[in-house]
């Protein structure tokens, strides 16, 4: 297969390459191949448990054409600490010709279970102690791996296996935990959130990220068509309603302190997004769901007042 130079980068290798085991329209495998073309090959990568880690590495073959190292659901954050501790050792000792600190790029790419929730002690610990990794958590809204299950990332009213809709039940009962937020409360210099439907913006980001010494955090919108109970071939139109309507804006934090929002022409009502996707069925068919379409709908309007997302 012939591969083009990508002038914005400087590489032409094909950095997650073709065979692996992702659902079609996987916006998790795409979010993979744009972090792998931003970050370069003078990459490290750990990765936890989950959808990518499963799908890309199925003993003895891999996808990747970076240093790439699985790690258990917790403590990705850690593993990647201790090598860039490691490579600033060598590095202060004169020991470059075994490895240079400088050139080097250390990322964690984890998804939302492994961030929000089983993973956020060893991701607080990296931040608090300052150590010069790129986090970031591919958020498809659930534990998809393991069949579906309710992540502290899952939205209100969403049907999954351990918050399913039924005769007493709309879904997840609680709203997502802000983790940009949370992120940004540990003094992190960089915050971001982008969206795989915006593929220019998260490499952009990610790219910026990279100038930045110490820890930074982006986190990306990664629809699941199997989880979302979705058409594959609608993850992009997903992925830009998610924006347009207001329910996941992009933005970047430097500092604490938002820097940039991406603006909304005309905000688009949330029902929109909610009817492309099966888990939030229920609300349209159910006595009460639209309760819950109208609270997600408050959420999302309050987002763009906070944000200033309206044009």
Same mark, same amino acid.
């Given at each position: 297969?012939?591969?083009?130079?990508?002038?914005?980068?400087?590489?032409? &290798?094909?950095?997650?390459?073709?065979?692996?085991?992702?659902?079609?329209?996987?916006?998790?495998?795409?979010?993979?191949? #744009?972090?792998?073309?931003?970050?370069?090959?003078?990459?490290?990568?750990?990765?936890?448990?989950?959808?990518?880690?499963?799908?890309?590495?199925?003993?003895?073959?891999?996808?990747?054409?970076?240093?790439?190292?699985?790690?258990? +659901?917790?403590?990705?954050?850690?593993?990647?600490?201790?090598?860039?501790?490691?490579?600033?050792?060598?590095?202060?000792?004169?020991? &470059?010709?075994?490895?240079?600190?400088? @050139?080097?790029?250390?990322?964690?790419?984890?998804?939302?279970?492994?961030? +929000?929730?089983?993973?956020?002690?060893?991701?607080?610990?990296?931040?608090?102690?300052?150590? @010069?990794?790129?986090?970031?958590c591919y958020d498809n809204e659930a534990y998809m791996n393991t069949g579906i299950q309710r992540s502290g990332s899952t939205p209100l009213g969403a049907s999954t296996t351990t918050?399913?809709?039924?005769? &007493?039940?709309?879904?997840?009962?609680?709203?997502?935990?802000?983790?940009?937020?949370?992120?940004?409360?540990?003094?992190?210099?960089?915050?971001?959130?982008?969206?795989?439907?915006?593929?220019?913006?998260?490499?952009?980001?990610?790219?910026?990220? #990279?100038?930045?010494?110490?820890?930074?955090?982006?986190?990306? +919108?990664?629809?699941?068509?199997?989880?979302?109970?979705? @058409?594959?071939?609608?993850?992009?139109?997903?992925?830009? #309603?998610?924006?347009?309507?207001?329910?996941?804006?992009?933005? =970047?934090?430097?500092?604490? &302190?938002?820097?940039?929002?991406?603006?909304?022409?005309?905000?688009?009502?949330? =029902?929109?997004?909610?009817?492309?996707?099966g888990r939030f069925k229920h609300l349209f068919e159910k006595e009460g769901g639209e309760k819950i379409i109208q609270e997600l709908q408050r959420v999302a309007d309050e987002n763009a007042e906070k944000l200033g997302l309206d044009k």
């Open positions: 297969m012939e591969i083009e130079t990508d002038e914005r980068f400087g590489h032409e &290798e094909e950095l997650f390459v073709p065979g692996h085991r992702a659902c079609p329209g996987c916006g998790a495998a795409l979010a993979c191949k #744009l972090v792998t073309e931003a970050t370069g090959p003078n990459t490290i990568m750990a990765m936890p448990t989950g959808c990518m880690e499963v799908t890309s590495t199925p003993f003895p073959e891999s996808a990747w054409g970076i240093s790439w190292i699985h790690n258990v +659901f917790e403590n990705a954050a850690a593993v990647a600490a201790g090598v860039e501790t490691a490579y600033k050792a060598f590095t202060e000792r004169g020991k &470059e010709e075994y490895m240079d600190y400088d @050139d080097v790029n250390f990322v964690v790419m984890a998804g939302d279970g492994a961030t +929000f929730d089983i993973g956020i002690r060893s991701l607080s610990g990296m931040m608090e102690r300052g150590h @010069d990794v790129l986090y970031i918050s399913p809709a039924g005769r &007493e039940s709309y879904g997840e009962d609680v709203h997502k935990k802000d983790m940009p937020k949370i992120a940004a409360a540990h003094g992190v210099e960089y915050v971001a959130t982008a969206n795989i439907a915006y593929p220019e913006d998260f490499q952009d980001k990610i790219k910026k990220a #990279l100038e930045i010494e110490g820890p930074k955090y982006i986190q990306v +919108f990664t629809p699941c068509p199997r989880g979302w109970r979705n @058409d594959s071939r609608n993850v992009i139109k997903i992925g830009k #309603l998610a924006v347009q309507t207001a329910v996941y804006p992009i933005y =970047e934090m430097e500092d604490g &302190e938002i820097t940039n929002v991406k603006k909304i022409k005309e905000r688009k009502p949330v =029902e929109e997004y909610l009817k492309l996707q």
